[in-house]
């Protein structure tokens, strides 16, 4: 397994495990958003998670899995779509969340089984533990310049501890915003 072929992998500063996809998020929604963020990041403590196993989708994304602190996890994810529900952002309620970290993606559909199995078969992949500390607001910008390999890029608008002790923390927001996201779309992320 020398090649990927037309496999484009995820550069570090791109890892991520969405909680909530939010799409376009409205200006006059963000102070809400921001306030029943805080409140889900708060209500939930501090849990370890580590890189586990991985699958595909389809023929065109390859992921790593999670372990450790999967009800956590989970709880942390309908505490943030809940959130944005309640602040108004229209959230799409038709998938099952299912925990994963994009490390691969291919325009075009190819054999990710190899892969996928070196993830998950019988020796697959386990990665170390770390502490989930808190939940970011990411925005999201997908690649438009057509140039090969382009990555999309994530930007962290605002950071929310976990934890009662975070109780008295205002979150960590990002002072330049652009006012036009577009093709930019947010999303909740766990952050260590």
């Known amino acids: 397994m020398d090649r990927a072929g037309p496999l484009r992998w995820t550069g570090r500063d791109g890892w991520h495990f969405t909680l909530a996809f939010m799409g376009e998020v409205e200006d006059r929604v963000l102070p809400e958003l921001t306030v029943r963020l805080e409140r889900a990041a708060r209500r939930t403590e501090p849990f370890p998670l580590r890189l586990h196993g991985g699958g595909q989708f389809g023929g065109q994304v390859l992921w790593a899995g999670a372990a450790g602190g999967i009800d956590a996890l989970h709880l942390l994810a309908e505490r943030a779509e809940a959130a944005a529900h309640r602040a108004g952002v229209p959230m799409d309620r038709h998938r099952r969340y299912r ?33 989930v500390t808190e939940l970011a607001l990411v925005q999201s910008s997908l690649p438009v310049s057509g140039v090969p390999g382009e990555q999309p890029r994530y930007e962290t608008v605002a950071r929310y501890p976990l934890g009662r002790a975070a109780a008295g923390a205002a979150p960590a927001a990002d002072a330049a915003r652009t006012g036009n996201r577009d093709p930019g779309e947010e999303h909740a992320a766990p952050g260590r």
């Open 99 to 131: 925990p994963h970290l994009t490390v691969a993606r291919s325009r075009t559909p190819m054999d990710l089984g190899p892969y996928a199995e070196a993830l998950s078969g019988p020796d697959g992949f386990e990665g170390t533990s770390w502490d």
